[in-house]
């Protein structure tokens, strides 16, 4: 049993360094095997500590099929991209109906395949993603799992804080021009940002935004 049990160990260890790089992982699975590594640090007893050892292996498993390739259209992706654009699809849907919208029927599953015309892949990866002039508040919770993604356009938005993109890992270009930010914090932006386009928006105190992104990101920064 003790070797079983070491190995179940080194595997935690393992685990906990990719979790908790927030790389590998998106957000929401990234939370679910952080939990998961918790109840092992806090189990009082060795039946109670492998019980969430076990736990947390399931979670690894689980983990591991987000990265299989599911079909989309006639391009395949990974799973956990899939399911991000579906939750982008549903925090559109629910959005219109909440503005009052007319939806002219269409539905959740409607709006996921107009988000293929929207998106650019490359090697099985969503790289590119275009949400602009659709009414958006705020940028959907979701964009934050597309852990690939290059380069997101929301212009002509109705977008007032930025937010859903500082878990971006890859994010270089990112384009908010004609919204309506009027505050920023450089620490709501990925460190991989090289080019931020804002303008049109009316910011405050822009000055000392552009010198805290500098410090953080190494980019060209428009804010006019």
Known sequence: MEKGFEKLRER????REEASEGVKYPPHIKEKLDNALAKIVVAKDDEARIAAMNGYRTEMDSAKEQFELVEFGEERIHRFELEALAGIAKEIYEMKVKQGKDLMGQTKEDLLEFLRNL??????????????SIGLKSVPVSV?????LKILNVNNNDIEKVENISELPNLELLSMVNNNIRELDANDFPKSLKHLDMKGCPVKDGAQFLKDICIRCSGIFIMH
């Open 144 to 148: 934050n799992s597309l852990l690939y």
């Open 12 to 15: 935690r260890d393992e685990g």
């Open 119 to 132: 998106i650019d892949i490359k090697d099985n990866q969503v790289i590119k993603l275009h949400l602009y």
